[in-house]
């Protein structure tokens, strides 16, 4: 089962996802909460799989709430549902830490199969996201950032492995190295990328033409 914390200012809302979700028997809800603040600290001791996080509240928004949450250091991942538009809200999620972005319009439809990609480790973005990365990169072009044209082949391969939510372990299983090299890989990769995190290569790759979000099949 999911353990899922539900995160909007409507309790109707809440109930709605609720019944959604549990009719599916595949999630557990095991809390709510109806404001930002609120959403941090039950995040902090529920320590759920997946916030499902509005962004429009009172106080602290669900931008700045998955900012917090994702930088709780736990294991929980922060699907962001909203009605907002994600030429708007898109990248500021994502530069929060969301793993998945959705609109509320196709939640009886697509938010299942976008909780199930996230607990795969996998990011779940609206099929116009490629095109909005793609712009905003172009837009930063005079940035001059290095590209994926820096990276060898293997280090590559351990970057699109490493952003899809493999660990160390299961990338060297896949490319039949030991962990240490591919530790190496992604590091050599990182520092040629002036990256830091998972959640910056995520990033780099899906702008990179590197990696596919699970939610433009």
Request: aromatic share 4%; no cysteine; charged share 25%.
């Amino acid at each position: 089962m999911v353990r899922v914390l539900l995160v909007d200012d409507h309790h109707v809302v809440r109930a709605g996802l609720r019944a959604l979700l549990e009719s599916m028997g595949r999630v557990d809800v095991v809390g709510e909460a109806s404001s930002g603040e609120e959403a941090v600290a039950k995040a902090r001791t529920l320590e759920p799989d997946i916030v499902i996080m509005d962004l429009a509240m009172a106080g602290m928004n669900g931008i700045e709430a998955t900012r917090h949450i994702t930088g709780l250091g736990l294991d929980t991942k922060v699907l962001v549902l909203t009605i907002h538009d994600e030429d708007e809200f898109l990248i500021p999620a994502l530069d929060a830490g969301a793993a998945g972005f959705l609109n509320k319009s196709v939640a009886d439809t697509d938010l299942m199969g976008a909780i199930e990609a996230i607990v795969r480790g996998h990011t779940y973005l609206p099929r116009r996201a490629t095109a909005l990365l793609a712009r905003r990169k172009a837009e930063g072009t005079s940035s001059r950032k290095p590209g994926p044209e820096v990276l060898s082949s293997r280090e590559r391969t351990a970057i699109e492995l490493y952003a899809k939510g493999f660990s160390t372990s299961e990338a060297a299983e896949e490319m039949f190295l030991s962990p240490k090299t591919v530790e190496g890989y992604i590091g050599r990769a990182k520092t040629k990328l002036g990256l830091r995190t998972r959640r910056d290569i995520v990033r780099f790759a899906l702008e990179a033409g590197i990696l596919q979000a699970q939610g433009e099949q």
